[in-house]
C-alpha cells in the first residue's frame, strides 16, 4: 500500500510541476481549503468501487483537465530529453501521457475503497508559499504521512510544487524513471511515445 501512496504523490505532484514561480502570497486557509477539496475528490473519485471503470476514468480525466496543467507536467518529466522533441511529438507525448496517468492510477486505487486523509496543519513558508501536512488512512493498511508544497499564482491560484512521502521527493522520482526509459531506448522519441501508451494496460 506504501507503494500505492507514492503513486498518488506522483500523480499529484506532475500536477502541480513547471509552473511559473511567481508567487503571491496565501493564507493557510487557502492552503488547508486547496489540498482538503483535492483531496477529498480525488479520493472519492479513485476509491468508489461501485462506479463503473468507465466512469470512473472519465471523471478523473475531468479533474485532470480542470485543474492541472498537462504541458507543464509533460516538460518536466522529460528534463533534459524535453529539447529532443519535435513539436508534433510532444503534442503526441502530451496526450499519451494523460491517457496513462487516468489509466494507471484509476485501476491501482480501485482495489483500496475508504481511504480518506486528514489535514494535520498547514506551515506558512518564508518564500510566500506553503506546506501542508497530512496524514492518509488506508483501512487494513495503516496510516501514511504525505506532505504537499503550495503556491500560488495570479494566473492560475493555488498548485502544488512537490509532494513528499517518507522524505523522498515524488516528483524527481518519476523524472529519473522516464529519463532511465529515455536512455535505454536510446532517446528514440517515438519508441518512448509508444512505451507510455502501453502502461497501465490491462
Not at 27 to 46: H, Q
Not at 168 to 190: H, K, P
Request: contains cysteine.
Amino acid at each position: 500500500m506504501t507503494r500505492l501512496i507514492r503513486a498518488f504523490a506522483v500523480l499529484v505532484f506532475m500536477c502541480g510541476c513547471g509552473a511559473s514561480m511567481a508567487a503571491e502570497s496565501m493564507t493557510d486557509e487557502e492552503a488547508k481549503g486547496f489540498i482538503n477539496t483535492l483531496g477529498k475528490e480525488a479520493f472519492s473519485v479513485l476509491t468508489k468501487k461501485e462506479a463503473s471503470h468507465q466512469s470512473r476514468e472519465a471523471k478523473f480525466r475531468e479533474i485532470l483537465d480542470r485543474g492541472f496543467d498537462i504541458k507543464a507536467i509533460g516538460r518536466f518529466s522529460l528534463g533534459r530529453y524535453w529539447k529532443v522533441f519535435n513539436k508534433e511529438q510532444k503534442e503526441r507525448y502530451f496526450t499519451t501521457l494523460k491517457d496513462m496517468l487516468i489509466r494507471s492510477y484509476v485501476g491501482k486505487f480501485a482495489d483500496f475503497p475508504g481511504s480518506t486523509f486528514r489535514i494535520v496543519r498547514v506551515d506558512m513558508g518564508s518564500d510566500a508559499g506553503a506546506t501542508v501536512l497530512t496524514t492518509v488512512e488506508c483501512p487494513g493498511s495503516g496510516s501514511y504521512n504525505v506532505s504537499w508544497k503550495l503556491y500560488k499564482t495570479k494566473s492560475k491560484g493555488v498548485r502544488i510544487t512537490d509532494v513528499i512521502v517518507d522524505n523522498i521527493s515524488m516528483g524527481i522520482t518519476q523524472r529519473s524513471e522516464f529519463s532511465s526509459i529515455m536512455a535505454n531506448l536510446n532517446g528514440n522519441v517515438d519508441e518512448f511515445i509508444k512505451r507510455l501508451s502501453k502502461i497501465g494496460e490491462k
